[in-house]
Every structure is written in structure tokens, then in C-alpha cells.
């Protein structure tokens, strides 16, 4: 294990450990006892529901570039990918998608394309909703400070990706060896963009979904446990939460991620004992079903594979 991903590890680890302190693992232990069995089934949806979501985003991206492709293949692919990206910082595992379509014959320069513009939708509902949540609960100069910045990255991303001369730039100076796994990507993306509005709307309206079903999921949970949320709040929440888990000192933003949500619960007075032990159950059942989903896979593809996928392109 490199030196960095051991040191995000550990702050994963303790930040998660010093949670449970602080809430008391007994009052968890309590509430765990407590939860009817058919609430548990609420904290499977969310992950699965992202993950088929996207899939009809995806296969409708890249339907729009001629690429035909089953799309029980992109669901396949997708829970993957999904499934690594809880083992890298700031979810890059979600990466692996563009080699795992190369193995259906998938450009990996147009699978990029598709993804970053996924990505991009997705980032921009959610700084959205973290702008409002930023309005609710911080005072206005540490908004500014925090959203600026965000506004700032993904404005000159956009305009990178969608500047001819600024991506020649890019792939001369800074991807270098790597430029040749972006070819097609600018024109692709470039084409969707301009082109294929019926395809970004169809992005649009599975994010929006995602979103929306996970804050009801959400909602529904809360309201088992006594407490009345708001839907725009938890949007709000969770979308800051999201935001703070790009942050790359963690393993995927686990542990940051959770500590930050339960603190923004506490100010709203939902009981940090019961949002701690809420969080970690979708947090156990993801990583279980991501765990499950790797050792299934690995008999017939790992991370080594797609790494020399990427070499071989």
C-alpha cells in the first residue's frame, strides 16, 4: 500500500472511529435492535437506484454518439465501477467505466466524453443544492469562501473541455503519453453538447431522479425515527456532504462525508445519535454490496486488467 493511500486510510478510519465514540456505540447498538427488518431493505434502494439511474444515462449519452450497446451491459459496468469508486479518493474508481466499455469495443475517448459530461451534470445539481444548504447554515463569508472556489474549478473545466485550443493545450503539456486515450473525446463532447441537447436533458432528468428518490429515501427513514425533515433540507445536506467527500484526504471521502452530515443534522435538531447510526448503516450496506459485487467480478476482470487495457489503447 502506497504511503498516500495509507495515510487516507487512517483518517478514514478515525474519523469514523472518533464518530461512534462520540455518539456512543451503545445508543447505536440500541437503535439497531430497535429498526423493524423492513426498514433496513430502504438503506439497499438508494445504491441500487443510483446505479440503474445512470445506466439510462449513460446508454442514452452514448446512443447519441452512434454507439449501440446493450444496456444490460452499462448496468453490469456501472455497478462496477461504482463499486470501485468507494475505494479511491474523491471517487475516481468511477473512472474504470471507460476501460470496462473498451472491453465491448467502446472507444475509451468516447466513453470519457460520456462521462465527463454525467459528471458534470451531476456536480452541477449538486453544488446547487449545496449553495442553498451553504445559505442555511454558514455565515456569509465562509459561503463565499467555499463556493467560489468550487464555482471557480468547475467554470474553467467546462470551458476546457469545450475550448479546442485549450484542450490541445491539455493534452500537449499535461496528459502527454496519456493524450492518445482522449481520442475523440473534445469532438464528442463537444457534439453532445451542441447537438444532442435530448440526450443532456435525459442526464438531467435520471440525476434529478437519483437525487430527489435518495432525499425521500431519506425523508421516510427519518420519519421511522421521530423526526420531521424537510425534502429541500436533506437535499441540501446531503449535497454538501457530497461536496466534502471529493476532498481528497480520506479514502473516498469516508469518514469526512459522514462527519460533516451529522453536524449539519445536529444544527437542524435531528439527534446525532440517530443520524450517525442511519449513515453507517447505507455506509455497511454499500461496501458490502461493492465488496461482494469485486470478488464476483474478479473472476473474469480486476484492476490490473483494466490498467492494461489502458496501456494496450
Request: glycine fraction near 4%; proline fraction near 3%.
Amino acid at each position: 500500500m502506497k504511503l498516500t493511500s495509507l495515510f487516507k486510510f487512517l483518517v478514514s478510519i478515525t474519523l469514523l472511529t472518533y464518530l461512534i465514540i462520540k455518539i456512543d456505540i451503545i445508543n447505536i447498538i440500541h437503535i439497531l435492535r430497535n429498526i423493524h427488518p423492513a426498514i433496513y431493505i430502504l438503506f439497499l434502494i438508494p445504491f441500487l437506484l443510483v446505479i440503474f439511474l445512470n445506466s439510462i444515462s449513460v446508454y442514452f449519452l452514448l446512443l447519441s454518439i452512434r454507439i449501440k450497446t446493450k444496456f444490460k451491459d452499462i448496468l453490469k459496468f456501472k455497478l462496477l465501477s461504482r463499486s470501485f469508486s468507494l475505494f479511491f479518493p474523491g471517487q475516481l474508481g468511477e473512472l474504470s467505466l471507460a476501460p470496462l466499455l473498451k472491453m465491448k469495443d467502446i472507444p475509451i475517448g468516447k466513453s470519457l466524453a460520456v462521462i465527463t459530461l454525467d459528471k458534470i451534470i451531476s456536480l452541477l445539481f449538486i453544488t446547487i443544492f449545496a449553495f442553498y444548504g451553504f445559505l442555511l447554515y454558514f455565515e456569509t463569508n465562509i459561503l463565499w469562501k467555499l463556493i467560489i472556489p468550487c464555482g471557480i474549478i468547475l467554470g474553467v473545466f467546462i470551458v476546457i473541455i469545450l475550448s479546442q485550443k485549450k484542450r490541445y493545450f491539455v493534452r500537449k503539456y499535461i496528459l502527454r503519453k496519456y493524450a492518445r486515450l482522449f481520442a475523440g473525446y473534445g469532438k464528442n463532447v463537444t457534439y453532445i453538447w451542441k447537438k444532442r441537447k435530448d440526450a443532456l436533458f435525459i442526464d438531467v432528468v435520471m440525476t434529478l431522479s437519483w437525487l430527489v428518490s435518495t432525499a425521500i429515501i431519506i425523508k421516510i427513514v427519518f420519519i421511522y425515527f421521530g423526526f420531521s425533515v424537510s425534502l429541500v433540507e436533506i437535499l441540501a445536506i446531503q449535497a454538501i456532504g457530497s461536496l466534502s467527500s471529493m476532498i481528497p484526504i480520506s479514502l473516498s471521502g469516508l469518514g469526512v462525508r459522514e462527519s460533516v452530515t451529522v453536524y449539519l443534522y445536529f444544527k437542524i435538531g435531528v439527534d446525532p445519535v440517530v443520524v450517525g447510526t442511519i449513515l453507517l448503516l447505507f455506509l455497511f450496506v454499500s461496501y458490502l454490496v461493492s465488496t461482494l459485487t469485486i470478488i464476483i467480478a474478479s473472476k473474469n476482470f480486476s484492476l490490473a486488467a483494466l490498467k492494461k487495457i489502458v496501456k494496450e489503447n
